[in-house]
């Protein structure tokens, strides 16, 4: 029997007209690659409301492995995240004007959750196939690490048979026309989360081997 991913990408948000994550899962959406079936479902950038509608993601699709998936502008690989941490810390408001500081994701849940994604496997897998990739130990305070986090405190909480994660990925070309950042094509970020999404649903362990970063 196969197995079901769901991948998640975030609306626009601080300013930006587009969200290379939603731009990437939705091309993905209703594939099937070696026996592997791809759902995708967009998330609103905002705290709390975020884990809401992934909640009902999760309830419709029935996946085995979730993988939400974020913009990090100024990153150049994509970087699968490590941990989540229960903490929301925004240096800018969400997308319904909610800047939380320092307030905890969950009073009940722990400092943090390390994430069931084979992340080295996936880095390895990226690297193979010519895609900039990275393991990230930070996936930032803000709502990107909120939804992180919460996934991960479902999962717990429900004793769910789900294995999941985050990736980040760098800002689309067209986005750093007036930046000095760098970015990925549209089509390299769409291979690498095929990539991730299959290696993810194919291999529970992960492997031992340097595929980290300095952030």
């Known amino acids: 029997m196969g197995k079901k991913v769901l991948l998640t990408g975030f609306d626009p948000f601080g300013g930006e007209t587009v969200n290379p994550s939603w731009e ?10 070696e026996d592997v079936s791809i759902a995708a479902e967009q998330i609103p950038t905002v705290f709390h409301h975020s884990a809401a ?23 150049a690989h994509m970087t699968p995240e490590r941990i989540a941490i229960n903490i929301d ?26 994430s069931a994604l084979p992340i080295k ?5 990226l690297r193979k196939n010519g895609i900039p990739a990275s393991v ?22 429900t004793s769910a048979n789900i294995r999941g994660g985050f990736i980040h990925i760098p800002f689309l070309p067209e986005q750093t ?3 000095h950042e760098p970015s990925l094509s549209l089509e390299t970020i769409v ?3 095929r990539i991730a999404a299959v290696t993810s649903a194919l291999h529970e362990k992960d492997i031992r081997e340097t595929g980290g ?3």
């Not at 496997?121 to 897998?125: F, G, H, N, P, S």
Request: proline fraction near 5%; aromatic fraction near 6%; include cysteine.
């Open 24 to 33: 990437a899962v939705k091309r993905l959406n209703g594939e099937v690659v």
């Open 53 to 75: 509608v992934l909640e009902k993601a999760i309830e419709k699709h029935k996946p085995d492995v979730v993988i939400c998936v974020g913009q990090a502008g100024g990153r």
């Open 89 to 114: 810390d925004a240096r800018i408001p969400d997308n319904e004007d909610r800047e939380p500081i320092d307030e905890p994701i969950a009073e009940d849940g722990p400092a943090a959750y390390w």
């Open 121 to 125: 496997l996936i880095v390895k897998e």
């Open 136 to 157: 990230s130990n930070s996936a930032g305070t803000f709502v990107c690490n909120h939804l992180f986090y919460q996934l991960m405190h479902r999962i717990d909480r």
């Open 177 to 179: 026309v007036d930046k």
């Open 191 to 193: 291979e690498g989360l």
């Open 213 to 215: 970063s300095l952030s």
